[in-house]
């Protein structure tokens, strides 16, 4: 049977792309170890730094959660780092479109993303599944290992900087702190009163399911993502 140009073009649209998005997602799986291993590294000198200066309850501990999952808390906060499994490209009138790097050639815009998420560690130590977490940064890497973050108090490399640098262990250090110092003085504000008004006897009388009660930082207020 022969092949007809569309199926030729299809064909070499399969090959490309698939190459691409899968150099893509090795670079940003490796990336990830990398944020991994220094998050571990950076939990563990933060622990004996803080050694005998306050009350054991205290925690600073990293836990893995699996391959595209890995966890740090730090006191009160719990910060979750979730890789993506697909690739992702940008509108034409995102910043990183317009910059020489991405100009000279549009595949360098394809990119792999890890999440950053902050929750309260009470959350996770009483069960409470409603409450909610917020998305506070994410970190893109594309093929040739470049990335750029944006975020809370994310400054390191921005969007309009996307090309100038490769993520390595210092870049990810960077972000990592600005995650972690965001979040410790990310405070719980008390929701407005009107909000808890009013509760259902179902929720005092199913006993032992503190997700009945929701709690986030900024419960019934709006999380501001202007700086993002």
Avoid at 68 to 96: G, K, R, S, W
């Amino acid at each position: 049977m022969a092949t007809t140009p569309l199926r030729e073009k299809i064909l070499q649209t399969v090959i490309r792309k698939s190459t691409l998005k899968q150099q893509v997602f090795d670079n940003t799986f490796a990336a990830f170890n990398l944020l991994k291993e220094t998050l571990f590294e950076m939990a563990s000198e933060m622990d004996d730094q803080l050694d005998g200066k306050l009350d054991r309850r205290v925690r600073i501990e990293y836990r893995d959660r699996g391959k595209f999952e890995a966890q740090l808390q730090v006191a009160n906060d719990i910060l979750i780092f979730q890789m993506h499994t697909d690739v992702f490209d940008f509108p034409a009138d995102h910043p990183i479109r317009r910059t020489p790097y991405a100009e000279a050639d549009p595949t360098v815009s394809y990119c792999g993303v890890v999440n950053i998420y902050n929750f309260l560690s009470d959350s996770f130590k009483f069960n409470r599944n409603a409450d909610e977490g917020y998305l506070t940064g994410r970190i893109f890497v594309n093929r040739e290992r470049r990335y750029f973050a944006e975020g809370k108090g994310q400054t390191t490399l921005r969007a309009a900087e996307f090309g100038r640098a490769e993520i390595d262990r210092e870049a990810l250090i960077a972000i990592l702190e600005a995650a972690i110092d965001f979040a410790l003085d990310f405070d719980p504000l008390m929701p407005p009163y009107d909000n808890l008004a009013r509760v259902s006897v179902d929720q005092f009388n199913t006993k032992m399911d503190n997700s009945k009660f929701v709690t986030g930082k900024r419960l019934g207020y709006k999380f501001d993502t202007s700086d993002i």
